[in-house]
């Protein structure tokens, strides 16, 4: 889809300066919000959107200028969601991490990514899942002596 002309009502709460800032009605997240298209959007998606075109499917926008209230398209960039956390503060510092928070490492054959792209520990997974299955067989042993 082409570029689409932004309402003088939404251009009217940008700020413009290096960063486009939002004036206007804020999410509890920080990031500006707006209703564009009969529909609330976040505002840099809205003008990104509206100035550069659709985001791709399954992309996200990332702020490089990383202030959450920014409309400026050249600071925003369609990037996959993995690529949006790795950027992130908290996803640069669990990039970092080689091991889980039990201490196995995070490689080879105990290294698992789920289909979000998480890092899994496979050890810990495991143990997880024993226990889970010892209480419910434990359930099930205790209604099946309850009903006797």
């Known amino acids: 889809m082409a570029p689409l002309p932004l309402p ?18 804020l999410a509890p997240t920080g990031y500006a919000y707006t ?4 529909r609330h959007w ?3 998606r809205a003008v990104y959107t509206a100035l550069v075109g659709e985001i791709p499917d399954g992309m ?5 200028c990383k202030n959450r209230r920014c409309c400026n398209p050249d600071h925003l960039e369609p990037v ?9 503060a908290s996803g640069a510092h669990h990039a970092a991490k080689t091991a ?3 201490g196995h490492p995070y490689s080879g054959p105990n290294l698992r990514i789920d289909p979000y792209g998480r890092r ?10 024993r226990k889970s299955a010892a209480r419910r067989a434990e359930r099930r042993q205790e209604l099946s002596d ?3």
């Open 80 to 88: 996959t969601q993995q690529e949006n956390i790795r950027r992130s």
């Open 100 to 102: 889980c928070p039990a």
């Open 146 to 148: 309850g009903s006797h």
């Open 35 to 38: 209703t564009w298209r009969g």
């Open 8 to 25: 003088e009502r939404i251009l009217a709460k940008l700020a413009v300066g290096d960063c486009w800032e939002w004036t206007g009605r």
């Open 60 to 64: 996200q926008i990332d702020h490089l």
């Open 42 to 44: 976040l505002a840099h």
């Open 120 to 129: 899994k520990c496979r050890t810990c997974q495991s143990a997880h899942a």
